[in-house]
């Protein structure tokens, strides 16, 4: 209970984890501004007012002189941006994979928090249980050097045995204060795991006794165990970030075809807007098509094409490196449990 107790608070107030939490919403915000601009029209409203001059005689009429007036112009602007090549469905597509990517990241921190804390308790239980050991011993060589000093003053033992007892004894007071110094710094990390100041590190009540071994570990496939490790995962999503990137790059090689409109009233008096008589509105389409930056263009496309070769490097090393830890980690299994087997052989003897 003190354990998952601890691992609980450390999940909760752990900055590593808060970031990477954050990390995640900023990834996922980023995601839904960027859909919500370009799946659907962008609507704007406009309003107005200009001082301006027009001569007559850019009308033809130039005895009529100039015309000072104030225009007031108020319209409602639509555009849409067709998505002809896929490009804005990759650029979502990339989006969408840079949310995952942060997903698995938070879920790497997660357990490598849970794991880091995990392991803290057992080595500052190991490391109590060390003192409160060495204490006992130390009593027992403690009385034994009071013994061979009263059997020396009797004659019953040597100078040389009492010195030996003494160095002994000094020998293993010098092992606590290491010991010591490593439970104050396993307290350290477990309080900054924790996410508090090393003040108020605690290691009292952790012993080896109050914690148990599973009566079966969850071991399954090594292939499995590769396949939700949050690190392949992770690596799967930037391939394919990168393979979108190299979509949308492949895209914008082509012309864009863009359908935009206004309505509105335009009027020389302010209470006059929407009366009859003074409506505007226009409509049209656009292709355009890169002619001077089809060089760069296609640069930035080979460039993406090229980044999808290293995601894919970096995935295939990720997923061997993974093979790796889970091939280490069964054999490691294995020859614990076989060393265990041993050691509890070896306790029952020295019993």
Request: overall charge negative; cysteine-free; charged content about 15%.
């Amino acid at each position: 209970a003190p354990l998952d107790a601890l691992v609980r608070t450390a999940l909760h107030d752990s900055p590593t984890i808060a970031a990477a939490q954050a990390a995640l919403r900023s990834a996922q915000e980023g995601y839904v501004a960027q859909r919500g601009s370009s799946v659907f029209p962008q609507f704007d409203g406009k309003f107005q007012a200009t001082r301006q001059a027009s001569p007559a005689a850019a009308f033809g009429l130039p005895q009529l002189g100039t015309s000072t007036f104030t225009l007031f112009d108020a319209a409602v602007n639509v555009s849409y941006k067709f998505d002809l090549w896929g490009g804005t469905r990759r650029q979502l597509e990339a989006l969408a994979a840079q949310s995952d990517y942060q997903r698995w990241q938070l879920e790497a921190a997660r357990l490598t928090l849970a794991g880091n804390v995990v392991t803290t308790v057992i080595t500052a239980a190991a490391l109590n249980d060390q003192v409160a050991a060495t204490t006992d011993i130390l009593a027992t060589e403690r009385d034994q050097l009071a013994i061979i000093q009263r059997q020396h003053a009797v004659g019953a033992a040597s100078q040389a045995d009492v010195l030996t007892q003494q160095a002994q004894v000094a020998q293993l007071e010098a092992t606590l204060p290491g010991l010591q110094k490593s439970v104050a710094q396993a307290g350290h990390r477990l309080a900054v795991l924790s996410g508090q100041t090393p003040d108020h590190a605690s290691t009292e009540g952790l012993s080896l006794a109050a914690l148990t071994l599973p009566a079966q570990l969850p071991v399954s496939l090594p292939a499995k165990l590769v396949r939700q490790r949050p690190d392949v995962l992770a690596a799967e999503s930037q391939l394919h970030q990168a393979s979108a990137q190299a979509g949308v790059a492949t895209a914008n090689l082509y012309p864009q075809l863009t359908l935009s409109g206004s309505i509105g009233s335009e009027t020389t008096s302010i209470g006059d807007l929407f009366s009859a008589g003074t409506a505007a509105w226009n409509i049209g389409g656009s292709l355009m098509h890169a002619i001077r930056q089809a060089g760069e263009l296609r640069a930035k496309r080979r460039q993406a094409f090229d980044d999808l070769d290293q995601a894919t490097a970096q995935y295939r090393g990720t997923v061997l490196s993974a093979l790796q830890d889970v091939a280490d980690s069964l054999r490691a299994l294995q020859a614990d449990a076989l060393t265990l087997q041993a050691d509890r052989r070896a306790e029952a003897a020295a019993h």
